[in-house]
């Protein structure tokens, strides 16, 4: 089976080049203010359908910028310091999730200082949006041909045209992550943050969830060619980044049921 081998450009306007993977960017996005208004409307979320435009616009620029910085530091920091001007050139993709996690969660820092909220009652909000984007980026990445999977020799094994893949069948590990780490995601975090978690909970399981799903998709991915394994001969570099995830994840649900039956423990008391 031969990947699409898909123009990388969407359609053109004069000399403007509009890119599958700049729209796959901005389907997230909408993707995330639209779900956001179906989660500011739920009674008692806390939450105004008219923050979103702030609140998206903030996630939107620190996703953006700790993307982009996050694959110079992590992934190719060498290349990016012998040519910095590259680092501007984000359509031609190299944008690391981990980084844009750290983005995020310094855009959503600045507007929870701004809103006068709780740092982890904006994460807890914002955490179910995301996985849509998260999907739609790996999609993206397929477009471009770009980050596939180690080789197969499984039916659904695809040839990429990419001289670097060597031509042989290899695993789409970008619609794998697409699926696991954006739809599965999507639906397991949605239905949990249906009903009323205490503070963390939501994160806590968005860190878990993603670091489990992108820890064990790895496996099935080609590692960057200028990295290899960078742990016990084994281990890539999403694999090394998605283990703290995992164990923020542990440890925040742990002190959402923690802080859950202080709670329960102050009204028996109270009761009493």
């Known amino acids: 089976m031969y990947h699409p081998n898909i123009d990388p450009v969407a359609f053109a306007l004069g000399p403007l080049e509009v890119r599958w993977y700049g729209l796959m960017y901005l389907i997230g996005f909408l993707a995330a203010w639209l779900l956001g208004h179906l989660r500011a409307k739920r009674p008692g979320s806390g939450w105004n359908p008219q923050e979103l435009p702030d609140l998206i616009t903030y996630c939107a620029l620190g996703l953006l910028l700790g993307a982009r910085l996050g694959y110079v530091l992590f992934y190719d920091f060498a290349t990016f310091t012998a040519h910095p001007l590259e680092i501007l050139k984000i359509w031609k993709g190299g944008m690391s999730f981990h980084g ?15 809103s006068r909220r709780g740092f982890f009652q904006v994460a807890d909000f914002v955490a179910p949006l995301a996985p849509i984007g998260i999907c739609a980026g790996r999609i993206g990445n397929f477009i471009n041909g770009e980050l596939w999977g180690r080789a197969t020799d499984a039916p659904w094994g695809m040839i990429f045209a990419d001289p670097n893949a060597g ?3 290899r695993h ?4 794998y992550q697409a699926f696991l ?14 009903k009323p978690r205490p503070t963390m909970a939501v994160s806590g399981m968005f860190a878990l969830l993603y670091g489990v799903f992108r820890f064990s998709v790895e496996f099935f991915r080609e590692p960057d060619a200028h990295l290899g394994f960078v742990a016990f001969d084994w281990m890539s570099m999403g694999q090394v ?11 925040l649900l742990w002190l959402a049921g923690r ?10 008391g109270v009761r009493r």
């Open 172 to 175: 789409p590990s970008q619609l």
């Open 181 to 194: 780490e954006g739809l599965v995601l999507f639906a397991l975090l949605w239905s949990f943050s249906a």
């Open 259 to 268: 802080g859950k039956e202080e709670v329960r423990s102050q009204k028996s």
């Open 167 to 169: 031509f042989i069948p």
């Open 100 to 114: 844009g996690l750290l983005g995020v969660m310094l855009a959503i820092w600045f507007y929870a200082l701004r």
């Open 241 to 251: 980044l998605s283990l703290p995830m995992i164990a923020l994840g542990v440890v």
